[in-house]
């Protein structure tokens, strides 16, 4: 009898338990990343520069070589490593916290010299590793350990919307949002991630894409509920779509 | 081999680090370390390799981390007030076995202090520096060769511990111009990080570079790993001994300074003083056994610097309880000379100096020693009693300095 396999995990993933949360979004993503190093065939040219928050544990799934930042550092880091190693394919992973609060400078000049790295950014309006505090994508009047009765913009500014800021850089060759809440978002995920690898495979800039992303563990709500959150809070705030998608002469 | 070339003590640096094969550079503005960054910027790249202008130190040392991951050599340049911000991946570094190398061209401080010489960050350098329990190896020039001749050394050194390898100087090294001879430039060893560098899993394993271990027990293996580490660094300990073999006083100086001292010392041997120069060149591991001997022969020490007083610490560690040492502090904003060191070492010598000596004041205050104490000095110190003045509340141990071994 002939099997027809119809479903099976990406060579570049491990197989093996997450750490993750029930109904916690970074799982989805990894895997996602994993199924485009496998059909780029970049897996053995790989460098992940991880960093801290809940997925600093990436490299446990994902197979590949890896360095560890320090939080907020990972766009640094993978400057460090890409000039060092020109032929190699290097990118980032990050949450909120990480990339939109204390690794805002490293973010922004990279993207703005216009590294040939790829970045993907996980907004789960959050710090999850710590606990579930205020992050600066946190929604407004969203309550949190740090902001127990709702972010309130007159003293905690409005939550940062990252894509459409790096979209304004220089270097950016593409920047998207988008969301893992339903199949279509998946895809378009999927499709978001390869381009922001591309373009640092055919060398034309710097990549990225911001995925917005669940916590339900500290959004103290079920699965079912985070992840409809996506679309009825989420989004409405941070839009889906492509904010850059540039030929190599823009962003020489 | 090349003629010798004129260079700033900055440039020296940046010329050793590019003959010793270094292939990316992260800089960020700061005096007075500025020539390095200003040199690198055309010159690595026409050797082949990067430069990049960071955003901070944070991020220029963060990037040193991501090339040192790749096992590529790399360096970062700063002064004082940069040094702060660089240490948090030169913490990440030495907890991920990760080689590099950090230059500390010290400048005055604390907070933003001044853009003139000090050794103020003595501490920071040799000490760990930034969080958690760790040591990079510390080299220390005196002149503008030695710049260069270390910088090589520190490469070689980053990689054969996986380490950062700091070179400490300071603005009177680096503003310097003298001349300087060239090795030949490094040929390239490929295998030099193949074993455990990023490239990319093809054909093994994955590799990860990581400074985090939450496994019951990993991390306490790891910091013993490091220590480990440590302890065979002092295979590296290097220091200049000037005239100490009958000297009955050794002034111990480091860097710029110990290059001044031994001019005073010189000085005052023509003048038939017995005194001599330790000029300890690698500040971690300190040469500590180098000193204790020198003790142990009954010598006198006096420990001069640019600071306050922070390698004198390590002196008398080095040198308790057969010795101890006598403290001389040039401040910030001065540019010491030679014969400014002459008076406190005359005292030193006859035992008259107090050991947490303010500058300047190094022979007015007396050691008194008790009589016991007194007895117990050799002939070569007769004067502490004679001179004037009260006993200093830190001159207790006055009977163990002439004490022979
Ligand atoms: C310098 C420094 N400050 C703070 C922390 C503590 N810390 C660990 S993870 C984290 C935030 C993670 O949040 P985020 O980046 O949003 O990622 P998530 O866990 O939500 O995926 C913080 C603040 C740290 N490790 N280092
Ligand atoms: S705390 Fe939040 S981000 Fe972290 S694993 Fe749990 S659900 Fe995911």
Redesign the interface.
Known sequence: MSEKIVFQKPESVYDRATHYCPGCHHGTIHRLVGEILDEMKLREKTILVSSIGCSVFLYNYLEVDAVEAPHGRAPAVATGVKRARMDKFVFTYQGDGDLASIGMAEIMHAANRGERISVVFVNNTVYGMTGGQMAPTTMEGQKTTTCPSGRCPESHGLPIRMAEIIASLGGVAFCARTAVDTVKNLNQTKKAIRRAFEVQTAGTGFGFVEVLSTCPTNWRMTPLKANERIAAEMIPYFPLGVFKDADAEVCA | MAGRIFLKGNEAIAHGALAAGC??F?GYPITPQNDIPEFMSSAICKAGG?F?Q???E???A???????????R?MTSSSSPGMSLKQ??IS?MAG?DLPGVIVNINRGGPGLGDIGPSQGDYFQSVKGGGHGDYRTLVLAPATCQEAYDLTRLAFDLAYTYRNPVLILGDAILGQMKEPVTPAKPRKENPKEAQDWC??????RP???????FLDDGALAGQNLRLKAKYEKMKAEIRYEAFACDDAELVVVAFGTIGRIAKSAVRALRAKGRKVGLFRPITLFPFPSAALAALAAKGKRFLTIEHNLGQMVEDVRLAVLPAADSDFFSVLPGNMPIPDDFEKPILASLKGAAKKTGAPGKATKKAAKPTPAKAAAATKKTPAAAKIRGKAAPTAKKPAAKGKKG
């Open positions: 292939k990316c992260f990067q990049v960071a955003e901070s944070v991020a220029a963060n990037m040193l981390l991501g090339a040192a991951a790749a096992g590529v790399a948090e991946a990440y991920s990023l490239t990319g899993a093809k054909g994955t590799r990860l570079l990581k400074s985090l």
